[in-house]
T-cell receptor, first 114, second 113 residues
């Protein structure tokens, strides 16, 4: 069965510092991987996705993520964090284009300090 | 851009009340979903629908039902609300073809007293 682990419940970084949010998944075939962001009181917004091809994917707001099959990971990175990046981040894995469900991690809350 | 609208952002209900959460999408998407979000548990799928009048159970359907009478509208129903259904409810939609990318509404925060 698919599962997603986000080992960090809460991360605090200083504005301007680099960021890496970890995501590990369990899935038998090639996964479809996603990162979503949720600002306080809002729904989820897609940051980026990986379906196939280049394992380094670029997303919105300056985020990127790298798919590493050998490590079953899809970590999210940003070279310089802005105060507006404070939010909750969710990693998700899906079965493919026709799948009816995504499996979400439990989320990582990011706090940005001045 | 696809817009998914959840008409009720905040609701307070009493135990035993019947609760309707409404979701409307404006991009002719075939698939619609209801998720429940709780701290430390992430998002869990309650029900989804892949066509009008069609529905399938997700991971946690107990205590919930759904209705999809029109393509653009997907309702979540709590027949008799209980305190353990206090949560954030998120609706999402997705095209039936192409990429498996969900578009979410802003959420409905339900408190059951």
């Amino acid at each position: 069965a698919q599962s997603v682990t986000q080992p960090d419940i809460h991360i605090t970084v200083s504005e301007g510092a680099s960021l890496e949010l970890r995501c590990n998944y369990s899935y038998g075939a090639t996964p479809y991987l996603f990162w979503y962001v949720q600002s306080p009181g809002q729904g989820l917004q897609l940051l980026l996705k990986y379906f196939s091809g280049d394992t380094l994917v670029q997303g919105i707001k300056g985020f990127e993520a790298e798919f590493k099959r050998s490590q079953s990971s899809f970590n999210l990175r940003k070279p310089s964090v802005h105060w507006s990046d404070a939010a909750e981040y969710f990693c998700a894995v899906g079965e493919g284009t026709g799948a009816n469900n995504l499996f979400f991690g439990t989320g990582t809350r990011l706090t940005v300090i001045p | 851009d696809v817009k998914v609208t959840q008409s009720s952002r905040y609701l307070v209900k009493r135990t035993g009340e019947k609760v309707f959460l409404e979701c409307v999408q404006d991009m002719d998407h075939e698939n619609m979903f209801w998720y429940r979000q709780d701290p430390g548990l992430g998002l869990r799928l309650i029900y989804f629908s892949y066509d009008v009048k069609m529905k399938e159970k997700g991971d946690i359907p107990e205590g919930y039902s759904v209705s999809r009478e029109k393509k653009e509208r997907f309702s979540l129903i709590l027949e008799s609300a209980s305190t353990n259904q206090t949560s954030m409810y998120l609706c999402a939609s997705r095209s039936g073809s192409g990429a498996n990318v969900l578009t979410f509404g802003a959420g409905s925060r339900l408190t059951v007293l």
